[in-house]
């Protein structure tokens, strides 16, 4: 009954979006009403609300659609979706205030000489605003209204002409920022917790072991990421587009033909040009930028875009007239000024400590007032003329409420779905294909695009995404991020505004084009760039590097970037460094070589014995790469049998757990029936069966296990094993290999430091005879203070407490504070004597051994990684790995 409640739900949804019901109404109003009948026919017939649910009760999933209604607007943490109305802002007001029909005009004088080039020009405009607006409806029918009169003029034909301008309006949907990647960010954040349990659970049944390494673990994606790695595959869809349209140019003239510039090339055009192309490119550079340097968060710079929109539609709202740039001037002066003052001084207004501070703080303050008013100047043109602010806003909400609601509606949906067992009836479909992951993902990409004919982007982001997510993540054969799953469906949704019957770029186009233009020479016009969006997908799809690439290496990259110790870099670290150390190796061993013939007799004993130490650690770093080698060789000349072997059984395991599960829900559910009449006998009868059926599967599944598979389990376990001891072996030995030249490094580097508090010492060992006892006390405790920023002063400042301690319980024990003190200045006399004679001989010396190996033996002991090896390491992490062999 369960599968009759399911396909009611899906078809009532159906019939709801096919009769033309409004999308927020319909995805949840199908969920209850499908629940409320259930749960009515389980009473009635069975005598238990629940009797056709999966699992759960009615009230425990309507209670989920609200729990995951206040997911959405009171979790702290979720705030991915506030970006979605300041980027809708920016965009309507960009469109509003006729910048984008400026770009349309002058890129088709500058492209039009080149065979195809109005067509190419309608392609570099549509990327353009697609990184500035990313509204669909608006780009279409400004394009369509400029641009397609001016092709059809000059005699290009009507398909290339129309799929051109309908291709072009959708490249706001993949190249950032754009909506439709806000809204997987979304999805798939909470798709990723769900696939990392699923990966912890098979990792456990597995190996048996609780917890997973780390380095497994199922890679999370944000807005931020998915703009990120959204950037090179929109480019190469832009590439695509405009390539196709210049081929066919060349080989078809007549299709679309050159068009030259009346005049010619001149400086009016090129002024006109710049004035044009100039602003969107800034705006596109700050909003983009920002998120790509890690200066600001998405919503922070959807707010930036925001702004700055308002500012250019304030001058161009009054374009022509007097003082029209004052407002725009003004702004740009105030964030050069911004920036500016931020490099002189500290604007941290708690640290005003200085007359210098201070007047930093009140410039900043002048500049900052200098942009509000820019702000609020251009903001009250755009509300003055022609009321654009106020229509700007009445869209913004508008569109805003639409995604929310539908977002709301999709949580409801979700949770009737779970309800009847569809998850796991699709989970169960797609883990039981044949062809591993890459048949469930080509599956899931063809339902994907199929629903695209018929469904807008939000309800298949927002219903198909939550289901089949987790399962594609969770595959540890394919270890996919969830950003290049989230680009791949957003390239694959971006269709859905092309494919017929519904269409939307078709639907805005056809209201536009005049009535010589057939609808079918629309729709023949835009089957080529379909072809060449899908060609984009299989391009992406073989090179997830394009998409991974950039996410990995900000994040490396960055001021919050992972230390080079993290387990989960340490795979492309080892890498990098294997590589190294077969390309330079007789030049490390150089280098180990001349360190040993440092003097090393002015160094205290202990330190000269540690790095005695660490140099042969160094030396043992070549043969324990060896052993890696030899266990990698081993491993790789295993494989080859092993692995049919293991996906077989995990496949049968797999098979066997979920026989184990039903029969633990059917057990469940005995337990809960209540009553010795009819019907309760009934349903302790129904449910016995199943317990016996699902039993006896579980037993003859558990007979297909190969008998060979134990033996041959256990001699890829020592594999396995070998390879993790010999990398543990060799992480253990950098480590203390490069420990002590880190530590004798800091101490010479903190002789100077040490040496100018030398005047500080011996004022305190002149306090102790004539100055009070709580000025003493405080002169100490600033010195010990001071010391405690030098490295290896801990034996010095230990007396220096005694003698403040003491000084403290008796003012006037003073021969107890001046022996402790003496012995204080002792000690420190050794080390600055010690310390500067090891600058003079070993220092160099030190220093050149110490750049010879910080990026090979050294590596890991480094706070973050050198650019160079953090440029390695993220193109090797761009590439999915498979990790299935460790489960």
């Given at each position: 009954m369960e599968l009759f409640f399911l396909a009611m739900l899906v078809m009532l949804m159906a019939f709801a979006l096919g009769s033309?019901?409004?999308?927020?109404?319909?995805l949840p109003g199908s969920a209850i009403?499908?629940?409320g009948v259930a749960a009515t026919a389980g009473y009635v017939f069975a005598g238990d609300p629940a009797a056709y649910f999966a699992h759960g009760s009615p009230s425990q999933w309507i209670s989920a659609g609200v729990t995951n209604f206040r997911g959405v607007y009171w979790e702290v943490e979720r705030d991915t979706l506030i970006a979605i109305p300041l980027f809708v802002f920016m965009g309507i007001m960009l469109q509003r205030s006729k910048i984008a029909e400026d770009l349309l005009v002058t890129m088709a004088q500058l492209f039009g000489p080149i065979p195809g080039g109005l067509g190419i020009s309608v392609v570099f405009v549509g990327a353009l605003l697609a990184a500035t607006t990313g509204i669909l409806g608006a780009t279409v029918v400004a394009m369509g209204l400029i641009?397609?009169?001016?092709?059809?003029?000059?005699?290009?034909?009507?398909?290339?002409?129309?799929?051109t301008i309908a291709a072009s309006g959708t490249l706001g949907?993949?190249?950032?920022?754009?909506?439709?990647?806000?809204?997987?960010?979304?999805?798939?954040?909470?798709?990723?917790?769900?696939?990392?349990?699923?990966?912890?659970?098979?990792?456990?049944?597995?190996?048996g072991e609780v917890t997973m390494p780390s380095e497994f673990a199922?890679?999370?994606?944000?807005?931020?990421d998915m703009f990120l790695g959204a950037f090179i595959p929109g480019l190469v869809l832009v590439g695509l587009y405009m390539l196709f349209i210049l081929v066919l140019a060349l080989l078809r003239p007549k299709l679309a033909p050159a068009v030259p510039i009346e005049g010619g090339y001149n400086r009016q055009l090129l002024v006109r040009a710049s004035v044009s192309l100039v602003p969107p490119l800034v705006l596109i550079f700050i909003v983009l930028g920002s998120i790509i340097a890690g200066v600001a968060t998405v919503n922070q710079a959807g707010a930036i875009g925001a702004a700055g929109a308002m500012i250019m539609a304030g001058y161009r709202l009054k374009e022509g007239q007097p003082r029209a740039f004052w407002p725009a001037l003004l702004a740009l002066g105030s964030v050069v000024a911004i920036f500016?003052?931020?490099s002189m001084f500290s604007m941290n207004i708690?640290?005003?400590?200085?007359?210098?501070?201070?007047?930093?703080i009140g410039l900043g303050l002048v500049a900052l007032s200098g942009l509000v008013i820019a702000l609020l100047w251009s903001g009250l043109r755009t509300l003055r003329i022609d009321r654009t602010l106020h229509g700007v806003m009445i869209e913004t909400a508008k569109t805003t409420s639409l995604v929310f609601i539908i977002l709301l509606g999709a949580a409801m949906l979700t949770a009737a779905f779970r309800a009847f067992g569809g998850e796991e009836l699709v989970k169960e479909f797609l883990t039981g294909l044949p062809g591993g992951f890459w048949a469930q993902f080509i599956i899931v990409m063809a339902v994907i695009f199929l629903l695209g004919f018929f469904l807008d982007f939000i309800e298949i982001a927002v219903v198909v995404v939550p289901i089949v997510s987790p399962i594609l993540l969770a595959d540890p054969a394919a270890n996919i991020t969830a950003v290049w799953l989230g680009v791949m469906i957003g390239l694959n949704i971006q269709t859905s505004f092309l494919t017929p019957p519904f269409g939307f770029a078709l639907f805005y186009l056809r209201g536009v084009a005049p009535s010589s233009v057939l609808t079918t020479s629309i729709y023949k016009g835009v089957v080529p760039f379909i072809m060449l969006q899908l060609l984009a997908l299989g391009i992406v799809g073989y090179l997830p590097s394009l998409v991974n690439y950039l996410p990995t290496r900000l994040s490396l990259l960055g001021e919050q970037s992972p230390p080079p110790i993290n387990p989960k870099l340490q795979t492309c670290i080892e890498e990098t460094v294997f590589a190294r150390f077969q390309n330079e190796g007789d030049r490390i061993r150089g280098a180990i070589g001349q360190a040993r013939k440092l003097d090393m007799l002015v160094v205290p004993e202990k330190l000269a014995s540690s790095f005695s130490e660490s140099l042969d650690k160094a030396e043992d770093t070549f043969k324990l790469l060896q052993d890696i080698k030899t266990t990698e060789n081993d491993m790789q000349a295993a494989i080859p049998g092993y692995a049919p072997l293991h996906a077989q059984v995990r496949e049968i395991e797999r098979d066997i757990r979920r026989a184990e599960e039903d029969m633990k829900a059917s057990e469940t559910s005995l337990r809960r029936v209540r009553g010795d009449d009819e019907k309760a006998q009934q349903a302790r009868a129904r449910y016995e069966a199943r317990?016996?059926?699902?039993?006896?599967?579980?037993?003859?599944?558990?007979?297909?296990?190969?008998?060979?598979?134990?033996?041959k389990h256990e001699e890829f376990k020592k594999l396995l094993g070998a390879d993790k001891r010999a990398r543990l072996a060799y992480r253990r030995n950098v480590d203390q290999a490069y420990k002590p030249v880190a530590e004798l490094r800091g101490l010479l580097a903190g002789a100077e430091q040490l040496l100018a508090l030398k005047p500080a010492l011996d004022n305190v060992v002149s306090m102790v005879d004539g100055s009070e006892a709580a000025e003493t006390v405080d002169a100490i405790k600033s010195l010990i203070s001071d010391l405690g920023a030098v490295d290896g002063t801990s034996d010095l400042t230990k007396p220096l407490r005694d003698a403040s301690r003491a000084l403290e319980k008796n003012p006037d024990d003073r021969p107890e504070v001046k022996r402790l003190l003496d012995e204080a200045v002792g000690i420190f006399n050794k080390k600055v004597d010690w310390r500067q004679k090891a600058v003079e001989s070993i220092g160099p010396g030190l220093k050149a051994y110490d750049e010879a190996i910080y990026d090979t033996i050294g590596l890991r002991s480094q706070r973050r990684l050198p650019d160079d090896t953090a440029l390695s390491v993220a193109a090797c992490m761009s590439h999915h790995t498979d990790v299935s062999l460790s489960f």
């Open positions: 033309g019901y409004p999308v927020a109404f319909a009403l499908t629940i641009s397609l009169p001016v092709m059809m003029r000059n005699n290009y034909s009507h398909p290339l002409a129309t799929g949907q993949i190249i950032p920022p754009s909506i439709v990647l806000i809204i997987l960010a979304d999805q798939l954040a909470s798709a990723v917790d769900q696939a990392d349990t699923g990966r912890k659970a098979l990792y456990k049944a597995a190996t199922v890679t999370s994606t944000s807005a931020g500016v003052l931020g708690k640290n005003i400590r200085s007359s210098y501070d201070a007047l930093g317990i016996a059926r699902d039993k006896a599967e579980a037993e003859r599944l558990k007979a297909l296990i190969p008998a060979q598979w134990k033996e």
